[in-house]
């Protein structure tokens, strides 16, 4: 599969002003999304670059759909994990937001539960904790991964989260992913362009976030953010290079798939990302 990077939006529809009985009317030709098929693409290969000391880390595709991890150092292949179970996570929201991931509190009242499947931390991190490398993992609530004393307080992975990991070397986890993909068809002023669809929510409360952008591809901070950047306090990468709204600063650049953001809000926010990709010429 191949094709070019679009953004799914609707700017450039088409609009038509009309003037009826002197009064001014606007309309504008949106496009017709139709769910066409499902496709199953091949297997691709995303890579997690872990530096010794610190890290803010997140899966750059979809957790449900790993299906095996490689441990690297050096480039050279270490060890490789082909058994990844999945078991089910409970993320309940209030009002559209995260609060907290439990599997032990249902049908809460006022709360939307969603649930996806997910694997361990622990298996995450297995191949280079053979080795003795990772120190400690935590999650956005604090909850620590304490691979020395053979403590798991993260257990399975949200998919709206980051992660800080620790390491006393450098290496890199390498993600196989399969999965169905959704064809959309989208139509524009009789124009139909097919596209595969990926992407997600992101999700950020009130306060200090660990944030992962499920994203394929680099992309413009600045344009990410862009629908709720006047309710962020400050944005830090995994180098420490920080995105101040205020100033109108941005020392990040463009957000790293793989990579993890620290972020303060003001708010609750969410951010939809609708990352397509072309696929007119590699359908029938």
Known sequence: MSGVLKIADLEGDERIDNIINGVSYINLS?????VDSTITIEEETFSIPFLDGW?????????EDVT??????????????TNIPKSDVYIYTKKGYTTEVSNSQLNR????????DSFGITKLLQLPNADNQIVIAKDNNGNAYLPEYSYDGIGNMSKYESFQVKTNISFTLKLTSKRDHIIVQSTVNGITN???QFGGYVKI???WNFIRFPLKFSQG???LLASVINN????KNNDGAAYLPEYNYNGIGDVVPGEGYQIKSEIDVEITLLVTEDFTNSIA
């Open 30 to 34: 949106l496009p017709t999304l139709v």
């Open 55 to 63: 890290n803010i880390i997140a899966l750059p595709c979809r957790i």
């Open 68 to 81: 095996k991890i490689q441990y690297f150092v050096n480039d050279v292949l270490i060890s490789t994990d």
């Open 109 to 116: 009242p006022g709360y939307i539960e969603e649930v996806h």
């Open 194 to 196: 097919s596209f595969v």
């Open 205 to 207: 409360s009130s306060g």
């Open 221 to 223: 901070l600045d344009f």
């Open 232 to 235: 962020l306090v400050i944005i």
